[in-house]
């Protein structure tokens, strides 16, 4: 079994800041790509950034200079650093892993229960 458990979100004021952490655990042979995705009230669910296990990384256009995303191998946990943010980042955020749990299972995406970020005056 595989859990990832998100933390980080809230309220916060137009321009402020927000980090979001997810952690990976259980039976875990390899994570490939880790990303954070959103959904708002009435949207579908947008891909916000992405990570591979290398480090390269892909924004959204609307985040691009305001959103960092990074990831810790070691802890298998992944960030979401978040500056200047807009009321219109309010959302629910997802994260999600393409990882293995053994060397010879399929690779399979996992998410986690979602963050609420809030950003309002």
């Known amino acids: 079994q595989v859990q990832l458990v998100e933390s980080g979100g809230g309220l916060v004021q137009p321009g402020g800041s927000l980090r979001l952490s997810c952690a990976a655990s259980g039976i875990i042979f390899s994570i490939y790509t880790m990303g954070w995705y959103r959904q708002a009230p009435g949207k579908q669910r947008e891909l916000v950034a992405a990570?591979?296990?290398?480090?390269?990384?892909d924004y959204a256009d609307s985040v691009k200079g305001r959103f960092t995303i990074s990831r810790d191998n070691a802890k298998n946990t992944v960030y979401l650093q978040m500056n200047s943010l807009k009321p219109e980042d309010t959302a629910v955020y997802y994260c999600?892993?393409?990882?293995?749990?053994?060397?010879?299972?399929?690779?399979?995406?996992?998410w986690g229960q979602g963050t609420q970020v809030t950003v309002s005056s």
């Open positions: 990570i591979t296990s290398g480090g390269s990384t």
């Open positions: 999600n892993a393409d990882l293995r749990s053994s060397w010879y299972s399929d690779r399979i995406h996992y």
